[in-house]
């Protein structure tokens, strides 16, 4: 079975730009979940969509969205970058994001901003 | 939600010797932690998961304890290898659903 894959691995954005970055889970998986990770942060949960609904948010700004597609992919979309936003973005799936389901991570999306 | 704190930040260790890294956490609703490995510029890897159903699950070298008296669990890595140098994080979900993790312990295993 394929892993979790992310599009595209690096961006190089301008202050002030929108970026979309993509996910596409496991097969089978319905639940996928986005993932901030900075050195100063850690590792910080955005949000999870199951069946193209978002489910469960994050403490972030309203300027970082995303959505679900019917076969399970998703994207986020950070507008109005800043340079705080530099991190490695991470999705994560699992079969349908239950409080004992195993996620597994995607390669991740390094987002840099100048 | 959920909050988890993860110690040692760093450990150096012999290869050959044990390793051990050690969470709590607050949720006392919390039933499911996983621990994931990070290599460099890689992905997280989930390594061994428990549930709160088990106090003790191994895998290989690997083995995961969980108290959910005192809300801490710990990770052991015995006859430690070159190749177990990571940044290993443990996490928990709460009672939100949310995966919250601990700020990682960077391993290294000196040859």
């Known amino acids: 079975k394929a892993g979790v894959t992310q599009t595209p691995r690096y961006l190089i954005k301008t202050r002030g730009q929108q970026v979309t970055l993509s996910c596409s889970p496991i097969?089978?998986?319905?639940?996928v979940s986005w993932y901030q990770q900075t050195p100063g942060q850690g590792l910080q949960f955005l949000f999870e969509y199951f069946s193209e609904t978002q489910r469960n948010k994050g403490n972030f700004p309203g300027r970082f969205s995303g959505r679900q597609f019917s076969n399970s992919r998703s994207e986020m979309n950070v507008s109005t970058l800043e340079l705080g936003d530099s991190a490695l973005y991470l999705c994560a799936s699992s079969w349908e994001g239950g409080r004992t389901d195993e996620q597994y991570f995607g390669p991740g999306t390094r987002l840099t901003v100048t | 939600g959920e909050n988890v704190e993860q110690h040692p930040s760093t450990l150096s260790v012999q290869e050959g010797d044990s390793a051990v890294i050690k969470c709590t956490y607050s949720?006392?609703?919390?039933?499911?932690f996983p621990w994931y490995k990070q290599e460099l510029g890689k992905r997280p890897q989930l390594i061994i998961d428990?549930?709160?159903?088990?106090g003790e699950k191994k895998d290989q070298r690997i083995a995961v304890t969980l108290n959910k008296t005192a809300k801490h669990f710990s990770l052991h890595i015995t006859e430690t290898q070159p190749e177990d140098s990571a940044v290993y994080f443990c996490a928990a979900v709460g009672n939100d659903y949310k995966l919250s993790f601990g700020a990682g312990t960077t391993v290294t295993v000196r040859a």
């Open positions: 428990i549930r709160s159903n088990v």
């Open positions: 949720d006392s609703a919390s039933n499911y």
């Open positions: 097969s089978g998986h319905r639940s």
